[in-house]
């Protein structure tokens, strides 16, 4: 998988990606991710990236001329199977999402800052609009790091025992919140591990966690 990331704060990855989960994977080679300054691609002599929305109202808005130069670059290279822009107003981000998005080759994220981004990128240049949330980040780059993880640990080949992550919360459906987890020791400061996981009745254990997984509500 290749992940290519559009952002006018490129630094703002490299610690995340440098680290645990996500630099496992690259170094496995599962995944190849870039992070492309938009600055590069901006307009005139001080590389102006944005400019006043039309029609007034406070804020800078990206202009399309940079971003439509960047990904021709890319575009130019390699076919995309996505090309996703972060938004708060975007497709509500879940694990099916994740699940769908860890099957594709090549993906540009493109992340937003400032009042937004011109209208026509979004009409014409992007294919995939997701939101982490329904609140707002002052940009998109926290949540793409949000999606590249997600999306990222599903790789084949990255998590040893891959059947546990159908196990994981949300992966058997929308709402589903996995069992309570204790690990040794079996009492501590007096506080103990339910029995029936000492037991070895594997019956026994099955019933116990079907019993303490739940669907959440939400
Ligand atoms: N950019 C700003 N807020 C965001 C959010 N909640 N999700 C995705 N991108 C964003």
């Known amino acids: 998988m290749r992940i290519d990331i559009v952002s006018v704060v490129p630094k703002i990855f490299y610690s995340p990606f440098s680290v645990s989960i996500i630099k496992k994977a690259i170094n496995k080679g599962l995944v190849d991710i870039y992070i492309h300054d938009l600055k590069k691609y901006g307009i005139g ?11 007034g109202g406070g804020g800078m808005v990206f202009r399309i001329e940079p971003v439509y130069k960047c990904f021709c670059n890319l575009l130019s290279k390699r076919k995309y199977d996505e090309i996703i822009f972060m938004t708060p107003d975007g497709d509500l981000f879940s694990q099916e999402y ?22 026509r990128i979004r009409d014409y240049l992007i294919s995939k609009e997701i939101s982490i ?10 949540a793409a790091i949000v999606i590249v993880e997600s999306i990222v640990r599903l790789l084949p080949g990255l998590i040893q025992n891959r059947k546990s992550l159908l196990n ?11 069992h309570p987890i204790y690990t040794r020791p079996a009492i501590y400061k007096g506080w103990k591990v339910p029995e029936i996981l000492l037991s070895g009745h594997h ?12 669907n959440k509500k939400i």
Do not use: V
């Open 45 to 55: 002599k001080y590389k102006k990236i944005d400019d006043y929305p039309y029609g």
């Open 133 to 142: 949330g329904n609140y707002i980040l002052s940009g998109g780059e926290t």
């Open 98 to 119: 994740a699940n769908n998005l860890s099957l594709i080759n090549n993906i540009i994220i493109l992340c937003g800052r400032y009042k937004g981004i011109d209208q």
């Open 168 to 178: 994981d919360s949300f992966q058997k459906s929308s709402n589903y919140i996995s």
């Open 203 to 214: 019956k026994k254990i099955k019933e116990w966690i079907d019993k303490k997984s739940y």
